[in-house]
């Protein structure tokens, strides 16, 4: 049995209850929340926005609120994510700078796509941290990227167990990423939001994660697309160099 800290910060033990109740209870509005935790629904709010923020819950059409990805089981990613995310970072914010846009690190864990590092813009309207959030990788730019840069037969059984995927339609898909060398997700899995992801690969050119821009897509025009890349390209090589030293 775990003994209460001496100097406790209300706040953050507010919120990690409240990620309890998510994971093991269900949704919660969130007057409920309140309730259960014991403050003011206008606390309870801003708990919940700020949990939405990072991931680990999500609001409902009917606005109640449910664990988000990071709260959910996800498959252990084969990747160095520490050294990527120490070697990237650098670099990471570098690309901000040229292009202005948000900048995103992936691994593939499984099908999905996990985000673990990002570098946001200064912007106003832009692209906020995705940082320990999953996605679909099949739909994201990043998890398509890396995608490309495995086996078809890798593809195929990744996919075997997959009733919500096409896998004939996927191995188009990526065929056409290799050709072009870059994967483009436009608003697949976010309404407004268009990303571009180009896979990184080790020293022995396995591909271990996945760099991508990601825009407004109020922001997005393809005659833009070859700088895109071209930025990304810089920054891949940066990365992949220092990962291999």
Same mark, same amino acid.
């Not at 673990?116 to 999953?134: K, P």
């Given at each position: 049995?775990?003994?209460?800290?001496?100097?406790?910060?209300?706040?953050?033990?507010?919120?990690?209850?409240?990620?309890?109740?998510?994971?093991?209870?269900?949704?919660?509005?969130?007057?409920?929340a309140?309730?259960?935790?014991?403050?003011?629904?206008?606390?309870?709010?801003?708990?919940l926005?700020?949990?939405?923020?990072?991931?680990?819950?999500?609001?409902r059409p009917?606005?109640?609120?449910?664990? +988000?990805?990071?709260?959910?089981?996800a %498959?252990?990613?084969? !990747?160095? @994510? &520490?050294? *990527?995310?120490?070697v990237? $970072?650098?670099?990471?914010?570098?690309?901000?700078?040229?292009?202005?846009?948000s900048?995103?690190?992936v691994?593939?864990?499984?099908?999905?796509?996990?985000?673990?590092?990002?570098?946001?813009?200064?912007?106003?309207?832009?692209?906020?941290?995705?940082?320990?959030?999953?996605?679909?990788a099949?739909?994201?730019s +990043?998890?398509?990227?890396?995608?490309? %840069?495995?086996?078809? !037969?890798? @593809? &195929?059984? *990744?996919?075997a167990?997959? $009733?919500?995927?096409?896998?004939p339609?996927?191995?188009r898909?990526?065929?056409?990423?290799?050709?072009?060398?870059?994967?483009i997700?436009?608003?697949?899995?976010?309404?407004?939001?268009?990303?571009?992801?180009?896979?990184?690969?080790?020293?022995?050119?396995a591909?271990v994660?996945?760099?991508?821009?990601?825009m407004?897509?109020?922001?997005f025009?393809?005659?833009?697309?070859? !700088?895109? @890349?071209?930025? *990304?390209?810089?920054?891949?090589?940066?990365?992949?160099?220092?990962v291999?030293?």
């Open positions: 049995m775990q003994n209460k800290p001496p100097y406790p910060i209300t706040s953050v033990d507010h919120a990690l209850h409240l990620a309890i109740l998510l994971q093991q209870e269900g949704p919660l509005r969130v007057s409920d309140a309730e259960r935790i014991g403050v003011a629904p206008s606390t309870a709010h801003r708990l926005a700020m949990l939405v923020y990072r991931g680990f819950a999500e609001q009917d606005r109640s609120y449910q664990a +988000g990805d990071v709260l959910r089981p %498959a252990p990613s084969a !990747a160095p @994510v &520490a050294l *990527l995310r120490q990237a $970072a650098p670099h990471m914010r570098d690309l901000v700078d040229r292009v202005t846009e900048v995103n690190l691994v593939l864990a499984g099908t999905e796509a996990r985000f673990v590092a990002s570098a946001e813009c200064a912007q106003v309207l832009r692209v906020g941290s995705r940082v320990g959030r999953t996605l679909p099949h739909l994201c +990043g998890g398509k990227a890396i995608l490309a %840069a495995l086996r078809p !037969a890798d @593809v &195929a059984a *990744l996919y167990d997959s $009733a919500d995927v096409n896998v339609r996927l191995q898909e990526l065929s056409l990423v290799r050709k072009r060398g870059f994967a997700n436009d608003q697949r899995t976010e309404a407004g939001l268009t990303a571009l992801g180009v896979v990184v690969r080790d020293s022995a050119r591909p994660a996945a760099l991508a821009i990601a407004p897509s109020v922001r025009h393809r005659d833009r697309v070859p !700088a895109w @890349v071209s930025a *990304l390209s810089t920054t891949l090589s940066a990365i992949e160099h220092d291999g030293g």
